[in-house]
């Protein structure tokens, strides 16, 4: 446990907290099992091991930037907006036309969009086109967080009890919240957790442990009820520092730092305390003994430092090691920083984008390399979107937003969702091109958790407004598998 939160929480949640790491064991995989013989919950963990990755980008994704209306029209309407160039060219916050011949997103099918609008995904993204045209990759346009559906109108309305939205809109700690957990900062419990309660209630993991893997810290999105995150760096597990390592190079002094730590108390909060080491020992050398003998073969080595692939790597040898941790079911957390573009956004976003676009594309091939790429869904989320409009250099904080997903699950190759106006004063917007949702977080995440095998009659315990819209489920996941 974080000893910098203790302050945060209560006596009662701590001693609940550490009662439920403590029945988990310590010493070993088979101690580590958690024995869960309440009523096994409607989950189906049929089909073999799964896994969601959620990489998140804080700041607040500028998605005018991921995704460039390709079209002459509406790329007109784009660059005139965001003071682009004569001839098309780059200008403002505007790239340059000429800039996206190479990913420009042709769906299969013949799909054709609102006003007839193209995308391409942004220069430096020339890879996911290339997962796009494989069938793998999907972007899911205009999604963000809602209570129900809302017209501009609705959204106008001073009736908040008709027309409810989201609590403390284009607030970062708090839409960062609410697209984790459906709550503004101080929640405690993320829909990742949830549908990890769910699959941990159906025995579907042998070691409860290694359900909920956060690579990025602390993170309520893979926090539950009986799921708790398990944090890791991109080393693999985080080791006590002096008990697998010499105090003051003495063997002795770490010895007895690990009995003060681990032995038995008959001090209550003392004895949950040595419950949690004892527990945290245990479960690092057997995750670290895992990633050892995983046997990844898939190189993460790019041209520059790359902290997401960094993570995405770590998160692909949990993967490759899921046997020897007992997984068949996983959520994993990721995250990129630095999204917080209210200036010099050209410059900030093509390095930011470039990173994700060798990130994401290398942990899809390393599922592929390890045969789970049907079995592995990875997707992005954010704070918020972001303003078309220019706030000289940069763009301020907004609400819906276009993300990726990505595996050989997803029906790729198409979009989903529906296209916004490319405009600062249509009905799909509330000012400055802040996009109003037409896709919730609550659809977005009610899709995957049914993937990952969440029972269409508990969706709401992971989604809990999925019932005021009409669509549960957007389809751009094939629970039979996909391409690989």
């Not at 503004?184 to 159906?202: F, H, M, V």
């Not at 200036?343 to 990130?359: R, S």
Request: aromatic fraction near 8%; include cysteine.
């Amino acid at each position: 446990m974080n000893i910098s939160k203790m302050s945060e929480i209560s006596r009662r949640n701590f001693l609940r907290r550490a009662g439920q790491v403590s029945i988990m064991g310590a010493a070993s995989a088979t101690a580590l099992g958690l024995l869960n013989t309440s009523q096994a919950a409607a989950f189906s963990a049929g089909g073999g091991y799964k896994a969601l990755v959620c990489i998140f980008l804080y700041g607040g994704m500028d998605h005018n930037s991921l995704l460039v209306p390709y079209d002459t029209a509406n790329y007109d309407l784009y660059s005139a907006i965001r003071g682009g160039g004569d001839g098309r060219t780059a200008g403002g916050i505007a790239v340059g036309r000429d800039e996206l011949s190479a990913t420009v997103l042709n769906p299969s099918g013949g799909q054709t969009l609102t006003n007839n609008i193209r995308y391409a995904l942004a220069p430096q993204m020339t890879r996911m086109r290339a997962r796009f045209n494989q069938g793998v990759m999907a972007p899911l346009l205009n999604v963000g967080p809602l209570v129900v559906p809302l017209t501009l109108q609705q959204y106008n309305s001073s009736n908040k009890v008709a027309f409810p939205r989201p609590a403390k809109l284009m607030s970062h700690n708090d839409q960062q919240s609410v697209w984790q957990s459906s709550q503004p900062e101080g929640a405690s419990i993320g829909w990742g957790g949830r549908a990890s309660d769910l699959a941990l209630s159906a025995n579907a993991n042998t070691n409860a442990l290694f359900t909920c893997i956060s690579a990025t810290g602390n993170s309520v999105f893979l926090s539950g009820n009986t799921a708790i995150p398990y944090q890791v760096s991109t080393n693999g597990a985080v080791s006590v520092r002096g008990v697998n390592n010499r105090i003051y190079r003495s063997d002795a002094a770490s010895e007895a730092l690990r009995t003060l730590m681990t032995e038995d108390s008959s001090h209550i909060l003392e004895a949950e305390y040595n419950r949690v080491c004892r527990r945290s020992i245990g479960a690092a050398d057997v995750f670290n003994e895992g990633l050892e003998t995983g046997g990844l073969t898939t190189s993460f080595e790019g041209p520059e430092q790359n902290r997401l692939a960094d993570q995405l790597e770590v998160v692909a040898k949990t993967i490759a090691a899921r046997g020897a941790l007992g997984s068949e079911r996983q959520v994993f957390m990721v995250s990129m920083g630095g999204f917080d573009v209210h200036n010099n956004l050209n410059n900030q976003m093509a390095g930011l984008l470039g990173q994700l676009d060798f990130a994401m594309d290398r942990f899809y091939q390393a599922t592929v390399d390890m045969g789970v790429a049907n079995q592995v869904t990875t997707f992005t989320a954010s704070d918020f979107g972001r303003t078309l409009a220019s706030n000289g250099d940069g763009s301020d904080h907004g609400w819906g937003g276009h993300h990726l997903v990505m595996g050989g699950a997803v029906n790729g190759g198409r979009f989903y969702g529906t296209a916004p106006q490319i405009s600062l004063e249509t009905e799909d917007q509330i000012g400055q091109g802040r996009l109003l949702p037409t896709t919730s977080v609550d659809q977005y995440a009610a899709t995957l958790a049914s993937w990952f095998g969440v029972e269409s009659f508990e969706i709401p315990g992971v989604a809990p407004n999925i019932g005021n819209f009409n669509a549960a489920d957007l389809g751009f996941l094939n629970n039979g598998g996909g391409a690989t």
